[in-house]
């Protein structure tokens, strides 16, 4: 009658490892697209909300610089000084003889 291996149950000696772990759970393969998909949507959106465009960021990194008629100045003043100090003949005025008459 009864076929023997349907009779018999074997079960191993050592328990299985991802048994322990907590792996021997049923993943429904519909409810893990719809996850995956739902935290894609989430961090597509997150990152799109917490991007900086590149022209706005440039801006905001240039803008001080573009307007820093101080630090031109500075330049300036350095440059004149440098001049000075390497050609100190351009302050002395010449002295223009005038005849009597």
Request: proline share 7%; hydrophobic share 40%; aromatic share 8%.
């Amino acid at each position: 009658g009864v076929p023997l291996e349907s009779m018999i149950e074997t079960r191993p000696l050592i328990a299985d490892r991802r048994r322990e772990v907590g792996e021997d759970y049923w993943i429904d393969e519909e409810e893990l697209k719809k996850a995956n998909e739902r935290e894609k949507a989430v961090k597509n959106r997150k990152s799109l909300e917490g991007e900086i465009p590149k022209e706005k960021l440039w801006g905001e990194v240039m803008a001080p610089y573009k307007q820093n008629w101080i630090g031109v100045f500075s330049v300036f003043i350095v440059t004149l000084v440098v001049l000075i100090s390497q050609f100190p003949e351009l302050l002395s005025t010449p002295s223009i003889q005038i005849p009597d008459l």
